[in-house]
């Protein structure tokens, strides 16, 4: 009998913490790479305890702990793009940044987890500190909301001219772009705005009539990862990753009393699909 030899497979990796209701954290990520077809793997930094209603307990893991899955993923796998979520603590944060000052070619997204919309923090204030100083000069993509961005830029941000000089001061940082996501602002339109190498590009879309979701942050900043992983451009994987979480927004689901969630992300992969892709037979559809 002859033994069938796997292809390589591209593999994405999350580095993140456990949300037990499955909306956001790493399972939100790995949910999306499946979503584009590639493989991946998660570092848990912290277990969170959260149905739908808010965070209960989050407890960070121990660091050597965090320090053995990253030194486990790195001595076998080929690792083609890498995202990181909550983070927890400093000492968790360091250990990161120092596991991946070693991948310096490998794209980084960070998406700067604070506090969730409901409940405990995810990242205390010394961790937020490391994080700044650590992680984000590495990162090819710093994806914030209002309050994240504001908290890194260190002022407030309420109009269009501030969110545009929080990008400059935060790729002052050392992130080479910035991605301000729109949601938490107000008004017709959702605008996420991508400063990436000294310009600014705006995605937009309709805000709409929907309750409030959960884990859209993670979702998106993982489908970026995974695009970068497939060896998409820059403003290219965000604008796509865009594109499906909006048409996945647009069809949220229910699983609890509390926060819904974004809909089936394959589906909203298939449906956002360029025409000729999505004619093929091969299903691809990226
Ligand atoms: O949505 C941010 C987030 C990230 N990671 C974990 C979370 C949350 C929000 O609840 O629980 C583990």
């Known amino acids: 009998m002859s033994e069938i030899t796997p292809a390589p497979t591209v593999t994405a990796l999350t580095i993140a913490?456990?949300?037990?209701?499955?909306g956001a954290g790493l399972q939100a990520d790995l949910r999306a790479f499946n979503a584009l077809d590639i493989h991946g793997a998660s570092v848990v930094t912290l277990v969170t305890a959260q149905g739908t209603r808010g965070v209960r307990r989050v407890d960070p893991l121990r660091p050597e702990l965090v320090r053995a899955q990253l030194d486990a993923i790195f001595d076998d796998l080929s690792v083609a793009a890498i995202k990181t979520g909550a983070l927890g603590n400093a000492a968790v944060v360091e250990i990161v940044a120092d596991a991946?000052?070693?991948?310096k070619g490998v794209p980084l997204v960070l998406d700067p987890v604070i506090n969730p919309t409901v409940g405990r923090t995810l990242l205390d204030d010394s961790g937020f500190a490391a994080f700044v100083r650590e992680l984000?000069?590495?990162?090819?993509?710093?994806?914030?909301?209002?309050?994240?961005?504001?908290?890194?830029?260190?002022?407030?941000?309420?109009?269009?001219?501030?969110?545009?000089?929080?990008?400059?001061?935060?790729?002052?940082?050392?992130?080479?772009?910035?991605?301000?996501?729109?949601?938490?602002?107000?008004?017709?339109?959702?605008?996420?705005?991508?400063?990436?190498?000294?310009e600014f590009v705006e995605l937009r879309a309709a805000r709409v009539e929907v309750p409030p979701l959960h884990g859209l942050g993670c979702t998106l900043s993982a489908l970026i990862a995974g695009l970068l992983a497939r060896g998409e451009p820059l403003r290219a994987a965000v604008a796509r990753a865009?594109?499906?979480?909006h048409h996945a927004i647009e069809?949220?689901?229910?699983?609890?009393?509390?926060?819904?969630l974004p809909g089936n992300l394959r589906m909203a992969v298939q449906a956002t699909a360029a025409p000729d892709a999505r004619a093929g037979t091969g299903g691809e559809g990226i």
């Open 251 to 260: 069809r949220p689901r229910r699983v609890g009393e509390g926060l819904a």
């Open 100 to 103: 991946l000052r070693s991948r």
């Open 17 to 22: 913490g456990s949300d037990s209701s499955g």
């Open 136 to 198: 984000l000069p590495q990162a090819t993509l710093v994806a914030p909301n209002r309050e994240e961005a504001s908290r890194l830029a260190g002022r407030p941000l309420r109009t269009a001219a501030q969110a545009r000089q929080a990008c400059k001061a935060i790729a002052g940082l050392g992130a080479k772009s910035v991605l301000l996501k729109g949601g938490h602002f107000t008004g017709q339109e959702s605008v996420d705005l991508l400063y990436d190498r000294g």
């Open 242 to 245: 865009h594109a499906v979480l």
